[in-house]
């Protein structure tokens, strides 16, 4: 048959409607049995055609597919003549006739359709079935089929009673470890698992798993399927140490009967990597991903849009293990995919888009996340309505970027419309209103807008108080930043009380020495410092270095901090001896872990030499200032504030002596 003939049919076809053209090149081998073909080019109606009759039952197999002048729209696939003994097509027919397998030809029919996912006409053949039996055997396999119909319908109530009662016939009719009774134990718990009764739906599944285990071989498909089932349910019920135990042995049983690319390891691979990334084992979790993705790259066409999906769940879990270059180039790939496969405005874009900012957005690169995000919205602007939550979500999105950047006026702008959608769609005390409040709180305390942030932190605080219990850590948090604002204002009366505030939410739910603990102790500290209350400052800053010493090692850069900052409120109470003992604890670390010209190690012998002058102990005091000094010439430029401030104490104790 001539090649330009078929492709204007093709092109044609294109052409004219919103089809993908299509030309078939078969190969035929004459040599090799087959089903029957005829070359017709000598009777058919249209003279001079090089026509070819092929059976109706004639089968192909499916060799490489690629377009046809670069169009996406015209592709040419080609076609070989399957042979009667072909191996593959044999095991195909059986694994057909298998899944097909029923008492009649009515009951296989309908089979053939749930397969086709011709869920109405099945359903509406077995109600015909069902109303000429009445054998009760017979009657339970349409009860289960039916079942089954309702279950890819939605219609999980309905599908629970047709699975109820097929197995209220199947137990009595049948041995009560019969395989067709753990058949509909198990349905009956996918139902319950659908229908989020994750308690019943275990218990289903776990008697559809003892009958398999007594009447089936150990390494059966339908156990694999049953502790496939399991995992999901324990999944569910973010119980991922049993999720993990079933998927691993489903896992093993496919890999004892399945070839190595069967689909169902990648999905059992998948799911076993969905465990590890929401137990926090992202290693273990990219291991199984990547497995998953490379059976599915085999038998899928590499623009699959299963293939996007895998890559942009890889992307996701490279983010979470900070990788972001690498979790950018996933999320690159699954863009590449659905750019060629889905319409402009489809929202799995406006996914990859946000994913793809955001790996920008964690690598600091404010420039580049910025576009990404602005084409998620827009395609979300084109396909939403003007309230729906995910713009929200992108406006915040956008917004917090803008705030990074320091772009204040633009944050506030997206926030705002945030908020908009928010107020309008969210009860009044939703927690996502907080979340905008918050955020409006932050960017005005930081363009010194006190007032304003005063505003949005106290609404945000009140929204938390009605809805959160009382040891809640978003309320320390929403009273931390109304003590961080009074604190800048210098007010430090009301400053105290949040900070206060914020310390006895935290210690209803944290352990004594748990480190969320020391920035709070260290706030109070400094507000009693401020106000001139050196007692209780001390007080708190050895609180908050007890539980460094408990949670550190010994010499941690933020234990020599500590000890400066509890050596300059001794200062301030005139005890030099305890003033000094402090400094040098921070000096000794500092000197084990900094180099020789760090800044850190300058300041530090600054405030030895401050401590040596105040006491009349000139000598020691000059050694210790010369040191600072000589760090900063190496360290620091010649006008830099701190060493022109070295510089001076220096210059200001030689005149003494």
């Not at 197995?167 to 009774?181: A, D, E, G, T």
């Not at 498909?221 to 502790?227: E, F």
């Amino acid at each position: 048959m001539h090649r330009q003939v078929s492709l204007n049919f093709a092109r044609e076809t294109m052409e004219s409607s919103d089809f993908i053209g299509i030309l078939f090149a078969m190969k035929i081998d004459p040599s090799i049995a087959s089903t029957p073909f005829a070359v017709v080019r000598d009777i058919s109606y249209f003279e001079g055609e090089e026509e070819i009759l092929f059976s109706v039952n004639s089968i192909f197999r499916i060799g490489p597919m690629k377009q046809i002048d670069g169009n996406n729209r015209l592709w040419q696939v080609d076609l070989t003549l399957a042979s009667d003994n072909d191996p593959d097509l044999h095991a195909l027919t059986e694994w057909m006739r298998e899944e097909t397998k029923e008492s009649t030809g009515w009951l296989r029919l309908g089979t053939l359709m749930i397969k086709l996912a011709q869920y109405n006409k099945a359903e509406h053949l077995y109600e015909i079935l069902l109303a000429q039996r009445t054998f009760d055997d017979e009657k339970g396999n349409i009860f289960y089929q039916l079942g089954v119909v309702k279950l890819h319908q939605g219609k999980y109530a309905d599908a629970l009673t047709c699975y109820e009662k097929s197995l209220k016939i199947r137990r009595k009719s049948l041995p009560s470890q019969h395989s067709n009774v753990a058949e509909c134990y198990n349905d009956i718990g996918v139902v319950y698992e659908k229908m989020g009764d994750y308690s019943r739906s275990l218990s289903s599944h776990q008697k559809a798993l003892k009958i398999y285990q007594n009447a089936l071989p150990p390494y059966h498909p339908n156990l694999a399927t049953s502790y496939n089932c399991i995992g999901l349910v324990y999944f569910k019920m973010a119980d991922y140490s049993n999720a993990l135990s079933s998927y691993q042995k489903a896992l093993k049983i496919n890999q004892k009967i399945l070839p190595s690319n069967h689909p169902d390891l990648a999905t059992s691979y998948n799911s076993i990597g969905s465990v590890y990334d929401n137990m926090g084992d992202y290693s273990s979790a990219l291991s199984y991903y990547l497995k998953d993705f490379e059976i599915c790259q085999k038998p899928l066409p590499p623009n699959h849009p299963d293939l996007a999906n895998s890559c942009n769940s890889i992307g996701l879990l490279y983010a979470k293990m900070g990788d972001y270059s690498s979790a950018l180039s996933s999320h690159r790939k699954a863009l590449e995919i659905r750019q060629k496969i889905l319409p402009l405005n489809h929202s799995d874009l406006a996914t990859s888009y946000n994913n793809i900012g955001a790996a920008y957005d964690n690598m600091d690169d404010y420039s580049n996340a910025l576009p990404s995000y602005q084409k998620a919205l827009e395609i979300k602007q084109k396909t939403l309505p003007s309230n729906h939550p995910d713009l929200a979500i992108s406006y915040n999105t956008i917004g917090s970027l803008y705030d990074n950047m320091g772009d204040y006026s633009n944050a506030l702008s997206y926030y705002q419309k945030a908020l908009e959608i928010h107020e309008n769609t969210l009860p009044l005390n939703h927690s996502d209103l907080a979340t905008s409040y918050n955020s409006f709180g932050s960017v005005y305390a930081k363009i010194n807008d006190y007032s304003n942030a005063l505003l949005y932190y106290r609404k945000a605080l009140e929204i938390y108080q009605k809805i959160l219990p009382s040891s809640h850590p978003n309320l320390a948090t929403s009273c931390n930043s109304l003590g961080l604002v009074y604190d800048t204002m210098s007010d430090y009366s009301n400053a105290l009380s949040y900070y206060q505030k914020a310390l006895v939410i935290k210690q209803k739910t944290l352990s004594p020495n748990h480190p969320d603990l020391i920035s709070t102790y260290n706030n109070i500290g400094l507000m009693y410092d401020k106000i001139g209350d050196y007692s209780n400052a001390l007080s708190s800053y050895q609180k908050a270095l007890v539980i460094k010493q408990k949670t550190l090692p010994p010499n941690h850069p933020d234990l020599a901090s500590t000890y400066n900052t509890i050596g300059s409120v001794y200062e301030n109470m005139g005890d030099y001896s305890n003033v000094l003992a402090s400094y040098q604890k921070a000096l000794k670390i500092y000197e084990e872990t900094l180099p020789l010209n760090h800044p850190d190690l300058a300041s530090t012998y600054n405030n030895i030499g401050l401590v040596y002058n105040d006491m009349g102990d000139y000598p020691n005091a000059l050694s210790f200032f010369e040191c600072a000094v000589e760090i900063g010439q190496r360290s620091l430029p010649a006008n830099h504030p701190s060493l022109q401030l070295w510089k001076k104490n220096l210059e200001s104790l030689k005149r003494k002596m």
